[in-house]
């Protein structure tokens, strides 16, 4: 008797996501319902925003400071049907075996990925992380963040010299916020060994011509929570106005549907 194929764990399913033949469109969730909701719509993949965590919680984004409730809402999306890639900033401390062992808890419930930034810092410092990242969970997916399109100059040779170390540490994708070029973002892709991901923007090109340009992940980051945001407050201002809010509202139904049941 010939035995099943076994199904891949989700880090494997999640890998291959960069490497299909459309590139992945990754969606950015900030809470449990919001995950949920955008899996129902077909996602394969979806990845938490910290800004958005930061922003639910009441804290500081990109401070270090939404370690627990990244973890918290890694553990009550770990288990749901989806594939999850966490946003966890630098990693939330400079000790890169602190690191690993917030990687390899986020593993242990169930997260495919994760993305780590190194804010401009030590290149050193972020290849360190990753390298301890790929000994404690070899299986997890690292995506390593350079800024410095999105909070330096862009400059090429820097990107590049960040990125190769960050190849050569274990990395099994670099994301480039802030390169929106198809010229570039395509010579860059030639100086790549892993995939590219980019972050989508609506004054930038269109999904379309960022897979074009050899772009294999597009994220869309904070866009989704700042979206959301900025709907609730137009329709705050509607009904004060006396006109009825436009736009898609989902039920309470819809809502309680997405959640968890009791106990």
Not at 237 to 262: F, H, K, Q, W
């Amino acid at each position: 008797m010939t035995e099943s194929p076994r199904r891949p764990p989700p880090a494997s399913a999640f890998a291959a996501l960069h490497h299909a033949e459309e590139p992945l469109l990754l969606p950015n969730a900030w809470d449990y319902a919001s995950a949920r909701a955008l899996a129902g719509q077909g996602f394969r993949a979806v990845a938490t925003t910290s800004l958005g965590v930061a922003a639910v919680a009441g804290l500081p984004d990109a401070a270090a400071a939404t370690r627990e409730e990244t973890l918290r809402l890694a553990f009550v999306l770990g288990s749901a049907p989806l594939l999850l890639s966490v946003d966890a900033e630098a990693g939330f401390g400079d000790d890169p075996d602190e690191v690993a062992e917030f990687a390899r808890e986020l593993y242990a419930v169930g997260v495919a990925g994760i993305n780590l930034e190194d804010g401009l810092g030590p290149a050193g410092r972020l290849a360190a992380k990753i390298s301890a990242v790929k000994r404690a969970v070899p299986g997890l997916f690292v995506n390593a963040r350079t800024d410095t399109h999105w909070l330096g100059d862009g400059d090429t040779a820097d990107t590049l010299a960040r990125l190769d170390a960050y190849q050569r540490a274990g990395a099994d994708g670099v994301f480039v916020p802030g390169l929106l070029d198809p010229r570039r973002i395509a010579a860059l892709v030639r100086r790549l060994d892993v995939p590219l991901n980019v972050l989508y923007s609506p004054a930038g090109p269109s999904v379309r011509e960022l897979a074009d340009a050899g772009a294999r992940r597009i994220s869309l980051g904070s866009l989704l929570y700042r979206r959301a945001l900025g709907a609730a407050l137009q329709a705050a201002a509607d009904i004060r106005a006396g006109r009825s809010p436009e736009g898609v509202t989902p039920s309470y139904g819809d809502v309680a549907g997405l959640l968890p049941p009791p106990g």
